[in-house]
């Protein structure tokens, strides 16, 4: 099992810990949701990333590869911008949902759920051909 870096933020706060993707990470505060949810929407809050996916596209064709492979228009994005997406199968059903990362016009770096990792890579290596 693999520790974040808030790992003992966390666990001072008595946050109720499970096991996720190979982490273990928090899914409830003592206060509870109500509370959680009103801390972030009047001070600020911070989601721990460190169990996610992350894939990176590059080379001349990165780009057609990302719009070949999400639902959103990723020829919008400029440098530096990040844009919610999903992965669809061909029938329509989602693989995953995910941030599309515009490094440049060359390179962008996806970031997916940390449970689907292997799934998301199997149909990312599929949809290259």
Not at 22 to 37: A, D, L, S, V
Not at 44 to 69: C, I, N, P, R, T
Request: hydrophobic share 40%; glycine share 8%; aromatic share 12%.
């Amino acid at each position: 099992m693999i520790l974040t870096g808030f790992n003992a933020i966390h666990k001072s706060l008595n946050a109720k810990m499970v096991h996720f993707a190979g982490f273990e990470m928090p899914i409830q505060y003592p206060k509870g949701i109500i509370h959680e949810h009103k801390i972030v929407r009047e001070k600020v809050g911070v989601f721990d990333v460190s169990h996610m996916g992350e894939f990176e596209v590059k080379g001349k064709d990165a780009l057609a590869f990302v719009q070949k492979s999400t639902v959103n228009d990723a020829s919008k994005l400029n440098p530096g911008c990040i844009q919610y997406s999903a992965m669809c199968y061909l029938d329509g059903g989602i693989v995953d949902d995910l941030l599309v990362y515009c490094i440049n016009s060359e390179y962008y770096y996806l970031v997916v759920n940390g449970a689907n990792v292997d799934k998301d890579f199997a149909w990312l290596e599929s949809n290259k051909e």
